[in-house]
């Protein structure tokens, strides 16, 4: 089992930054690829960037590109999305995620209780 613990979310002027946190516990961390998820009210979740175990490769979804980052620190056992020009429409819950194996956005085992991020005009 692994534990995902999100921080850092709350309420933002569009323009602005955030960086979420992700803590994770359990089993080995440096073994999973971790990913950033969100869902926005009345939406279905979607894919917003991964990482791989040894953050070689990053991916993202082409509606945050350029404008977020994904990290982790395998010494803390923390993942990291750093947000910046928010826009009203990133405005969701934001949920890390975790899975064995290669990073991909689908197919997550473990999941975190989320994270509420409001972006406001």
């Known amino acids: 089992q692994v534990q995902l613990v999100e921080s850092g979310g709350g309420l933002v002027q569009a323009g602005g930054s955030l960086r979420l946190s992700c803590a994770a516990s359990?089993?080995?961390?440096?073994?999973?690829?971790m990913g950033w998820f969100r869902q926005a009210p009345g939406k279905e979740r979607e894919f917003v960037a991964t990482?791989?175990?040894?953050?070689?490769?990053?991916y993202y979804a082409d509606s945050v590109k350029g404008r977020f980052t994904i990290s982790r620190d395998n010494t803390k056992n923390t993942v990291y999305l750093q947000m910046n020009s928010l826009k009203p429409e990133d405005t969701a819950v934001y949920y890390c995620?975790?899975?064995?194996?290669?990073?991909?956005?689908?197919?997550?085992?473990?999941w975190g209780q989320g994270t509420q991020v409001t972006v406001s005009l």
């Open positions: 990482i791989s175990v040894s953050s070689v490769r990053t």
């Open positions: 995620a975790a899975k064995a194996g290669a990073t991909s956005m689908t197919n997550y085992d473990y």
């Open positions: 359990g089993r080995t961390f440096s073994r999973f690829a």
